[in-house]
């Protein structure tokens, strides 16, 4: 039920022609996964999804249209040339994917507990083991913010 | 055919790794290239989750650790492809992938 959600809103939110509206779609696709995250016993998984994607990746998404969406140039096609091989290729994409799934025999056997992970082992983890890639995503994460700032200022004699 | 449990999250994350894929090769739109982009590093998301739940070490919290870093830099890189999409906005007048084409502009 939440799969169908998630994978109908998805769909929309590619194929959907105003862009407001596939922003939406994917927000609501984000929190289905959220769901099916909490299901699969992940709490901080799906509660860090529902603050990163749903809270601040759908609305910078939504800001970026709203910034880049002149009113004048909608209409004409949406779709980019050789779409048709695009669709071709994504639908063979899926039935290899498919395949492979179905016919795999090196899935994980079925039966297992489910596991008991809390938010405070999370944090000890943190802490000790995964010390060195936190300090690492840190410094990504400033160097990401320091080059979207200058990346998006005006060019220097533009306009 | 649908007997082990892990299989119908595989399928569904196939499913949105391939509507994502077919967002970034068929749509003219930057911004809705960079939302298929984003569904693909989701499909991933899940196919960690997925294995850890029903791996043979779920009381290891390697694959959510690995989920939580996915996250983050998926943040970061939503930032700035789209500041990259703005700048490309200011520069071309359109978010068109198939309009800038070529890097010094």
Same mark, same amino acid.
């Given at each position: 039920?939440?799969?169908?959600? =998630? ?19 994917? %927000? ?16 901080? %998984? !799906? ?16 800001? %970026? ?10 209409? !004409? ?13 994504? =639908? ?6 498919? !395949? ?8 994980? %056997?079925?039966?297992? =507990? ?22 690492? *995503?840190?410094?990504?994460? =400033?160097?990401?913010? *320091? !080059? ?12 | ?18 509507? +994502? ?14 939302? +298929?982009? #984003? ?13 850890? $739940?029903? +791996?043979?070490?779920? #009381? ?16 970061? #890189? ?11 906005? $200011?520069?071309? $007048? ?10 010094? +502009?």
């Amino acid at each position: 039920m939440t799969a169908l959600l =998630t994978a109908g809103s998805a769909l929309a939110a590619i194929s959907l022609r105003n862009l407001v509206h596939c922003a939406l779609a994917l %927000a609501l696709s984000f929190l289905g996964l959220a769901v099916i995250y909490l299901e699969l016993h992940a709490q901080f %998984a !799906g509660f860090a999804q529902v603050l990163v994607y749903v809270g601040a990746v759908a609305i910078l998404v939504l800001f %970026a249209i709203l910034l880049t969406t002149t009113p004048e140039r909608e209409g !004409g096609s949406r779709l980019a040339s050789g779409w048709l091989a695009g669709i071709v290729s994504a =639908t063979a994409l899926f039935v290899v994917f498919g !395949g492979i799934l179905l016919s795999s025999r090196a899935l994980p %056997a079925p039966g297992g =507990t489910a596991p008991a992970v809390t938010v405070k082992q999370i944090g000890q983890e943190l802490m000790t083991l995964y010390i060195l890639p936190l300090q690492v *995503i840190g410094l990504l994460l =400033t160097a990401a913010l *320091i !080059g979207a700032v200058i990346i998006s200022m005006r060019e220097r004699g533009a306009r | 055919m649908l007997t082990n449990p892990v299989l119908p999250y595989l399928l569904l994350s196939a499913l949105l790794f391939t509507i +994502g894929f077919a967002a970034v090769v068929i749509r003219r739109n930057a911004i809705v290239v960079l939302i +298929g982009i #984003e569904l693909m590093l989701n499909a991933a998301n899940l196919n960690f989750i997925a294995f850890w $739940r029903f +791996g043979p070490h779920p #009381e290891a919290a390697s694959g959510l650790m690995f989920v939580i870093f996915s996250i983050a830099v998926a943040a970061a #890189e939503a930032a700035v492809g789209l500041a990259l999409v703005i700048s490309i906005y $200011r520069h071309y $007048r359109t978010a068109n992938v198939d309009a800038a084409n070529s890097l010094k +502009g």
